[in-house]
């Protein structure tokens, strides 16, 4: 069975960075488009980047210019690079395919970004 662990989440600060991993069970990156999506308390769970099977990202105007994601097929790796980060980016953060898979859902990394 298919699992994807999320991790790299913490606490940063304000203008700080965290780089967030997703790692498959199996080889299921190179045939998906693969997304970041997280959830803040209290809201629903939204897509925050998209990244093709070819590699191709795809980022929410709220991330865009300070996010990047990253896939490394032969790894079944996908990574976001979150940089000046803001308090609004605070959230759980998941992966998972793009569009998702219900069973594809993990626990998830939480990001704090608070001073």
């Known amino acids: 069975q298919v699992q994807l662990t999320e991790s790299g989440g913490g606490l940063a600060q304000p203008g700080g960075s965290l780089r967030l991993s997703c790692a498959a069970s199996?080889?299921?990156?190179?045939?998906?488009?693969m997304g970041w999506y997280r959830q803040a308390p209290g809201k629903q769970r939204a897509l925050v980047a998209l990244?093709?099977?070819?590699?191709?990202?795809t980022y929410i105007d709220s991330v865009r210019g300070r996010f990047t994601l990253s896939r490394d097929n032969a790894k079944n790796t996908v990574y976001l690079q979150m940089n000046s980060l803001k308090p609004e980016d605070t959230a759980v953060y998941y992966c998972?395919?793009?569009?998702?898979?219900?069973?594809?859902w993990g626990q998830g990394t939480q990001v704090t970004v608070s001073s």
């Open positions: 998972n395919e793009y569009p998702p898979l219900y069973r594809f």
């Open positions: 199996e080889s299921i990156f190179s045939a998906n488009a």
């Open positions: 990244i093709t099977k070819d590699g191709s990202p």
